[in-house]
């Protein structure tokens, strides 16, 4: 069966410092790939997302992804985080059937 | 552009009655979706409607759970009777069309929170 599974459970950081945020699949086929990001108190929000060309996606707030097909991951970076962006990430799959499965979720705390 | 309204925010029964959540999607989006996540997890999809057809319904416990979108726009899910591991909170989403939820993901609302004692 399809599955998630983000490497991390609780991530805490201190302001500027760089993040990356592991996500790994299991699927054979063509896919869509998406992260999510839960900031307290808000509901789930679209961060970025890939479905063909370009590798490298960029998302907002200065995010971005890297799909690696050989790999099947589809990992999250940002160079410099901020105190904005304490929230859960959620990374999250779908094939053609469309059917989305996400990943247990990433604790992101970052420390002013 | 409203987003995804869904109600009531919180909820607490105790195990064996029955509840009852409201979701109204993005004006136009005839794809809606009810999903639960559970403390600690990610959201799982409990089913899909495409306008007011049942698309997958595969992980919905039908024995206790039902939901229907009678006129293709808002949609109801219902707990009868409810157990304790059934707490948790339950999200609506919604997008244009199924091919639109391939390329551009998922909109969602603000949950509401169940509370099983």
New interface residues.
């Given amino acids: 069966a399809q599955s998630v599974s983000q490497h991390n459970h609780h991530v805490i950081l201190s302001e500027a410092a760089s993040l990356e945020l592991g996500c790994n699949y299991s699927y054979g086929g063509t896919v869509n790939l998406f992260w999510y990001v839960q900031y307290p108190g808000q509901h789930l929000q679209l961060l970025l997302k890939y479905f063909s060309g370009d590798p490298l996606v960029k998302g907002i707030k200065g995010f971005e992804a890297e799909f690696i097909k050989s790999k099947f991951s589809f990992n999250l970076r940002k160079p410099s985080v901020q105190w904005s962006d304490t929230a859960e990430y959620f990374c999250a799959v779908n094939n053609q059937g469309g059917k989305l499965i996400f990943g247990q979720g990433t604790e992101l705390s970052v420390k002013p | 552009e409203a987003?995804?309204a869904q109600s009531p925010r919180y909820k607490i029964i105790e195990k064996r009655q029955s509840v009852a959540f409201w979701c109204n999607p993005i004006s136009g989006h005839a794809t809606l979706?009810w999903y639960q996540q559970i403390l600690?997890?990610?959201?799982?999809?409990l089913i899909?409607f495409q306008n007011n057809g049942v698309?997958?319904d595969s992980q919905l416990p039908k024995d206790r759970f039902s939901a229907e979108r009678l006129k293709g726009v808002d949609s109801t899910l219902k707990i009868q009777p409810a157990k304790l591991e059934d707490s948790a909170v339950y999200?609506c989403?919604s997008s244009l069309t199924?091919q639109t939820?391939?390329?551009?993901?998922?909109?969602?609302?603000?949950?509401t929170r169940l509370t099983v004692l």
């Fill in positions: 987003g995804v979706y600690g997890q990610g959201p799982k999809l899909q698309v997958d999200l989403a199924r939820n391939y390329n551009d993901g998922q909109f969602f609302g603000p949950g």
